[in-house]
Nanobody, 125 residues
């Protein structure tokens, strides 16, 4: 069982920033695409961002472009999601995921085999 561990969530005000972290076991980190998804109460889980195993290619949901940045640190086996200019509608549980999705599945949950438990992000207005 591959365990991903997220951290960095919290309660912030609109306009603030947060950086989420996800520790990934090394073997998985080196061979997987990593992604962030989020799920708000009463809503479907939705794609936020993804980064290929080599770090050369990133993908973003439209709402994340220009505000969120996904990155990875090979020395720490960690994937980050820097979130700036947070809005109340960004409130959700954010989940880290890892896997080997085909290109057409990168933005879908089914493309990822391994998941973290999630970290809560709450943005007040």
């Amino acid at each position: 069982q591959v365990q991903l561990v997220e951290s960095g969530g919290g309660l912030v005000q609109a306009g603030d920033s947060l950086r989420l972290s996800c520790e990934v076991p090394r073997r998985t980190f080196e061979t997987s695409t990593a992604a962030w998804f989020r799920q708000a109460p009463g809503r479907e889980r939705e794609f936020v961002a993804a980064i290929k195993w080599n770090g050369d290619t990133t993908y973003y949901a439209d709402f994340a472009k220009g505000r969120f940045t996904i990155s990875r640190n090979s020395a720490k086996n960690t994937v980050y999601l820097q979130m700036n200019w947070l809005k109340p509608e960004d409130t959700a549980v954010y989940h880290c995921a890892a896997g080997v999705p085909i290109t057409s599945s990168i933005r879908t949950s089914r493309g990822y085999r391994h998941w973290g438990q999630g970290t809560q992000v709450t943005v007040s207005s």
